[in-house]
């Protein structure tokens, strides 16, 4: 079974791979999420300075609720005085089930993020870019995180982070194609 750093492809839906998790309180809930990305914050341009890691929607069993999907992608895994406070553990790799090649609200999450002046700061500042390539695959430029194991979709690969789109033939990124950046 192949971890998803050693991938030179996307991800298969019904397979298993050893996923990157960490035991965190999200949302109300204590347990075991996989994660994608390096624990960071986001101080620059999105202005969330909390240190936090992302969901990786791609191993999460289905959502509870309206709107889960959507709170995946908005709201990180996440500590403050409040939530995790103690801080986030390290990943630990742990075997888990492709349920879905990304979140099925991704649409809706980048007509959101659009709308609100720190993403369209993050949004300029990057597109344009030249993503660095490994013996893997594409690299996003945001976070260094590695875009091997995502499913281009119309030739273009989605960085599930902060939602910047990398042309999958050149490695440049694209601007956004929702609300006042778009041109869908």
Known sequence: MKRLDELTQHVEVGRYYLVP?????WCGD?????????????????DF?????????R????GAGAGFWLRVSAAPIMTSAAINAG????????RRICRRLANPDLAEVGERAARHPNWQCHFDEWTGKQA??????WICPHRAVSLADH?????????PLHLLRINA???VVLPPIWGAHGNA
């Open 21 to 25: 998790t960490v035991t965190a309180s």
């Open 49 to 57: 300075g909390y240190d936090h890691y992302h969901i990786d929607p």
């Open 151 to 159: 499913a281009p979709v119309d030739g273009v690969i989605t960085c």
């Open 87 to 94: 801080g986030l553990p390290k990943p630990v790799w742990r």
């Open 169 to 171: 033939e050149t490695g």
């Open 132 to 137: 660095k390539r490994d013996s893997r695959g």
């Open 59 to 62: 191993f999460v069993a289905e």
């Open 30 to 46: 204590e347990k075991v999420w996989p994660v994608i990305g390096p624990q960071h914050n986001d101080r620059h341009c999105l």
